[in-house]
Every structure is written in structure tokens, then in C-alpha cells.
Nanobody, 124 residues
Framework: QVQLVESGGGLVQAGGSLRLSCAAS????????MGWFRQAPGKERDFVAA????????YYVDSVKGRFTISRDNAKNTLYLQMNTLKPEDTAVYYC?????????????????WGQGTQVTVSS
């Protein structure tokens, strides 16, 4: 059984930065597409960013383009999300996900594995 563990969340002021990490319990990343999702209180979980197995293809939701960067280090079994110029509306629990079917499926939330989430709170 594969486990994904997110870290790096916290409280930051608007305009600040955070870097989220997602560590896999075993070597799955080299063949899986991965992504980040977020869920704000009272709302559904939404897609944020996705990356293919090699890191050569990325997708972002429009609201984070130019501010967030998704990346991966397959040698370290770790996925990252660099978040800059954070806004209060970025406040949410952030989840990472992994699946073998490619970025197209990840973008739709079709993943085999999900992390437990890490809280990001952006104060105004």
C-alpha cells in the first residue's frame, strides 16, 4: 500500500510564500502522474496543479497560474508545490494525489492514492 504524506503547510500573511511537499512511501513517482488539490471550508475539493511522470508537462488552474509551481524529484519520491504571492482565497487544506493514468485523469481527480492533507491559511 502506498502512502502519500503532505507537509509544509502553515499560517502566512498575504503576499507570502510556502512550499508544500508530498512524500511517497515507496517508489511510485517515476511512473505516476501527480497533482495537488485543495478544499476550502464548506466547498468541494478542487484541482490546483498536475504534473506528468517526467515533470515535463504541467497544468494549473487559472487562479494560481504565475504564482504556483508544481515540480517533482523522482529520486527522492517527492512532489512539491511552490506557492508565491499567496492570497486569503488560497486558504484551504491541500492534498496531493497520484495515479497511473496520466495528467488528464489527475486533473479530473481520478487518482489511485491521496494524502491526508495539510492546512494552508493565508491571513489578510
Amino acid at each position: 500500500q502506498v502512502q502519500l504524506v503532505e507537509s509544509g503547510g502553515g499560517l502566512v500573511q498575504a503576499g507570502g510564500s510556502l512550499r508544500l511537499s508530498c512524500a511517497a512511501s515507496r517508489r511510485i513517482l517515476s511512473s505516476y502522474a501527480m497533482g495537488w488539490f485543495r478544499q476550502a471550508p464548506g466547498k468541494e475539493r478542487d484541482f490546483v496543479a498536475a504534473i506528468n511522470w517526467s515533470g515535463g508537462l504541467t497544468y494549473y488552474v487559472d487562479s494560481v497560474k504565475g504564482r504556483f509551481t508544481i515540480s517533482r524529484d523522482n529520486a527522492k519520491n517527492t512532489l512539491y508545490l511552490q506557492m508565491n504571492t499567496l492570497k486569503p482565497e488560497d486558504t484551504a487544506v491541500y492534498y496531493c494525489a497520484a495515479g497511473p493514468a496520466g495528467v488528464g485523469s489527475i486533473r479530473l481527480g481520478r487518482a489511485d492514492y491521496w494524502g491526508q492533507g495539510t492546512q494552508v491559511t493565508v491571513s489578510s
